[in-house]
């Protein structure tokens, strides 16, 4: 079997998997290759939709019941089981939503291929691609897991230990006989699979498209350093190509920064108040909880700060590298070239003096990262402080 990145054609090394795995729920089901498969994937699109609205109803409706019985510090739980189910649905309408302008993004990554003009060029981005291609298939076989792990623990819990527990905190409870445990179940697993296919299917098709976007920021710079400026036209089309070329991944990126945004920062928030409660039900409150809930706080808690930690890092990378075109603009040979040619550059190096950044009201980077886990240090530590209060008063 033949590689991709081994492929003959360059532009069959990357094919965005991606719209495969997001058809089979039919999230973009126009884009299915048949008018019957464009008809039913819409319609069970909309299907997800309306079953999203119960589940996540459910979940509101559980969470209000638990808080009003009493101890919020009893309940955390609660909150850490219905935070990835609330994300992975604002994900699921994200891609929904934004689907066609997704597609237009990859369909211009794809296209900027045609740029590749040289062996040097060919190289580095097969290089870059088969590195794109690890960062899809490892980050699918990992969430795979995780949502497998979730979906299957009460049927493991059940024949194992009979013990009837749930997948995610919704209303009715709903466990009081084995039926009632199967009926539950039932209606719980086909919304962690969607959600968790969500979850991470968003996050593969963030991660590989800022990786395909740091590609050709590479092939950029390439072409910069290569360019022989003088008093000729060929020189001087040279510069054009890449002024457009820089334009069009700009553009690129512009329009993936505001299709990410909202999620990203929601994100963010999320991972906050999941590893603040998490981390306190861990140390904390965790000898009263069982083994089972026990290993999903730490996967999920891992999940969410890696997660967290390759948007910041992927954001910043494009940021940086944003900012890093003025410097190989400069360093050309620009004393040599045309005064026409001098004035393109200045407005290039101008532009990339004001990168993309990402996060609209509040700006994505590595900082970030390190931000959210300060927040949640300092979340922890008033939730340390209200215990022992309470401790104390009892």
């Not at 189910?85 to 929904?96: E, P, S």
Request: aromatic residues 14%; positive net charge; glycine residues 4%.
């Amino acid at each position: 079997m033949e590689l991709y990145w081994n492929r003959k054609n360059l532009a069959d090394v990357w094919t965005w998997p991606h719209i495969f795995w997001l058809n089979i729920f039919g999230w973009w089901g126009e884009e299915a290759k048949t008018e019957f498969g464009r008809k039913w994937l819409t319609r069970f699109r909309s299907l997800s939709i309306v079953y999203f609205a119960c589940l996540i109803t459910s979940m509101m409706i559980q969470v209000y019941i638990k808080f009003a019985e009493g101890d919020i510090m009893q309940n955390l739980f609660t909150i850490f089981a219905s935070g990835p189910g609330m994300v992975g649905i604002f994900k699921f309408f994200d891609l929904v939503i934004h689907r066609k302008i997704l597609k237009s993004i990859m369909g211009r990554l794809s296209g900027l291929i045609s740029e590749v003009n040289d062996p040097i060029l060919n190289t580095m981005t097969r290089k870059a691609f088969k590195k794109t291609w690890i960062i899809f298939l490892s980050t699918l076989l990992v969430f795979d897991s995780v949502v497998l792990h979730w979906a299957l623990r009460p049927i493991i819990a059940a024949i194992l230990h009979k013990e009837k527990t749930r997948i995610i905190e919704s209303w009715p409870v709903f466990l009081d006989t084995w039926t009632q445990f199967f009926l539950s179940y039932l209606f719980q697993v086909p919304g962690v699979i969607l959600l968790g296919h969500s979850f991470y299917i968003y996050d593969n098709l963030y991660f590989c498209t800022s990786d395909v976007i740091l590609c050709h920021f590479e092939i950029l710079k390439h072409k910069l350093n290569r360019l022989v400026l003088n008093e000729n036209e060929k020189s001087s089309k040279d510069l054009v190509s890449c002024v457009k070329y820089h334009s069009a991944i700009l553009s690129v990126c512009n329009d993936f920064r505001d299709a990410t945004s909202k999620v990203i920062i929601w994100q963010s928030i999320n991972t906050v108040i999941m590893l603040c409660t998490g981390i306190f039900i861990l140390t904390y409150l965790g000898k009263n909880i069982n083994s089972n809930a026990l290993m999903n706080l730490g996967e999920v808690s891992f999940t969410l700060c890696t997660c967290l930690y390759y948007y910041c890092w992927f954001s910043n990378e494009i940021t940086l590298q944003c900012t890093k075109v003025s410097n190989a603009v400069y360093m050309t040979n620009w004393i040599s070239a045309k005064s026409s040619d001098k004035k393109i550059m200045l407005i290039t190096m101008t532009r990339a003096m004001h990168p993309v950044m990402f996060g609209g009201i509040m700006q994505i980077n590595l900082s970030t990262f390190i931000n959210v886990l300060k927040t949640t240090f300092s979340f922890y530590n008033f939730l340390i402080a209200v215990q022992v209060s309470s401790t104390k008063n009892e």
